[in-house]
């Protein structure tokens, strides 16, 4: 793509140096590689802490109009002179691999390091509404074509080495739902597994956080469009989410419930 080194492409990335053409050609490269996206955020953490960037602009920015935000982030930088280049641009590509990540799982196989037992936040419930958020924009299409049993199998083994939690398709089975996929995703540096199905009424997803999360009974709420059933259970957070019913969505998250 270009001769000039590899870091000083990623810092003009970071910094708004790069001319639009490079700029949407290096976007591209962020999304198929994670090893790239892994430097940009070790090179802007040098600078800023990226994580507290990546959260406010999810804070600012609801996952429906992200897309919108980043078509919109030239004119945004005139409108907002006093915030630092460097810092607008940092949360701007941060916001931008959020929206990658969050909504198909891009990393789905990248090694997440091992770390201690994570401590619980107040920000527990922020997951939770995430998950609503992507899920809210999926449809039956998002999980179209047969599942690769095999593929399945190894994809939750993995999500149990991650997760600390035993998962096979046996122990996720769930009627009348069809597994999908599992899938390897992050919320704020805690490890967050996914295991989606279909039904008659559309995706539902099985969502495993590994952040400290304090023991509680099963819980159910509705946000978007997508009816939530949640609890908490050895440092871990566990949520049933789909378009449902609430008492389907407890109905699902009480048989889990007793096998997590």
Request: aromatic share 6%.
């Amino acid at each position: 793509m270009t001769d000039e080194p590899e870091d000083a492409l990623l810092v003009a990335f970071i910094d708004n140096q790069l001319d639009e053409a490079r700029r949407k050609a290096l976007a591209a490269r962020l999304v198929v590689e994670p090893e790239l996206r892994a430097r940009i955020e070790r090179l802007a953490a040098g600078g800023l802490p990226f994580r507290r960037a990546f959260e406010v602009e999810l804070a600012e920015a609801p996952l429906a109009r992200m897309q919108e935000r980043l078509d919109g982030l030239a004119g945004a930088e005139n409108r907002s002179p006093a915030r630092p280049a460097r810092t607008r641009w940092i949360a701007a590509a941060a916001a931008a691999l959020a929206l990658l990540l969050i909504g198909w799982g891009i990393g789905r196989y990248a090694p997440i390091p091992s770390a201690p037992t994570p401590v619980a936040s107040d920000n527990d419930e922020d997951w939770r509404q995430a998950v609503a958020e992507y899920v809210s924009l999926y449809t039956p299409d998002t999980f179209a074509g047969g599942a690769d049993a095999k593929a399945s199998e190894a994809a939750l083994a993995f999500l149990s080495q991650k997760l600390g939690v035993a998962l096979t398709p046996a122990s996720v089975a769930l009627p009348d739902l069809t597994l999908k996929r599992a899938d390897m995703l992050a919320y704020d540096g805690a490890p967050l597994g996914q295991v989606a199905y279909l039904d008659s009424g559309g995706p539902v997803v099985f969502c495993i956080i590994r952040n400290g999360e304090k023991d509680e009974p099963i819980s159910v709420e509705k946000r978007e469009d997508v009816t939530l059933a949640s609890w908490g259970r050895g440092g871990r957070g566990y949520l049933v989410a789909g378009r449902l019913s609430p008492e389907r969505t407890a109905a699902l998250a009480k048989t889990l419930s007793a096998r997590f």
